[in-house]
């Protein structure tokens, strides 16, 4: 992760103290520490009628080359859900609809450190699919077929999709 060199209000080098229990960013010219909080992603498990799970492979770092789920950064202004399925649009080609929130958890990034990953499911979904921005690849593979996702948070939010999925078929 790169580490932060300057206050984002005032310009000033910054320095890590320990302030309020942890070791925190603070400007001494604002006098102020710098609080950093886990930057917001959501992702989608979206299964077609088969019970196959759509991936999308990565065409931008980290982990370019990778499969995981369609999904990113949530932005300014943005609910979660609006979010997932812009990206899912965006990555994809689809046009989804949340069937249910699967959870939040904590999220680890090589560039922002924590993030807080929100995951829904997707089960009705309309459009032709086709690869699209920050993906070179995008595909339904069946749960014996797929390949190995890479992010945690996405692995999990599979696992939690296809825990629901058999409580369902019982
Ligand atoms: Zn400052």
């Known amino acids: 992760m790169l580490e932060k060199r300057f206050c984002h209000f005032c310009g000033s080098r910054i320095s890590r103290i320990y302030l309020e229990g942890r070791n925190r960013l603070f400007c001494k010219t604002c006098q102020q ?22 991936l999308v492979k990565r065409s931008v770092e980290p982990e370019k080359g990778g499969w995981c ?21 965006e990555e994809t080609g689809l046009t989804g609809r949340i069937d249910r929130l699967l959870g ?3 999220g680890n990034s090589g560039i922002y450190d924590t993030l807080l990953m929100v995951g829904y499911q997707v089960l009705s979904f309309t459009g032709k699919l086709v690869a699209g921005d920050d993906a070179d690849d995008a595909r339904f593979f069946a749960p014996p077929d797929m390949p190995e996702v890479v992010f945690r948070t996405h692995r999990l939010f599979v696992s939690m999709a296809d825990e629901r999925q058999r ?3 019982r």
């Open 33 to 54: 520490p710098i609080y950093e909080n886990p930057v917001p992603a959501s992702c989608l498990v979206v299964r077609d009628d088969n019970g196959r799970i759509l």
């Open 69 to 89: 789920l369609p999904g990113g950064y949530i932005e300014m202004g943005e609910e979660p859900d609006e979010s997932a399925l812009r990206e899912l649009r």
């Open 104 to 106: 939040v958890m904590k």
């Open 167 to 169: 409580q369902h078929n």
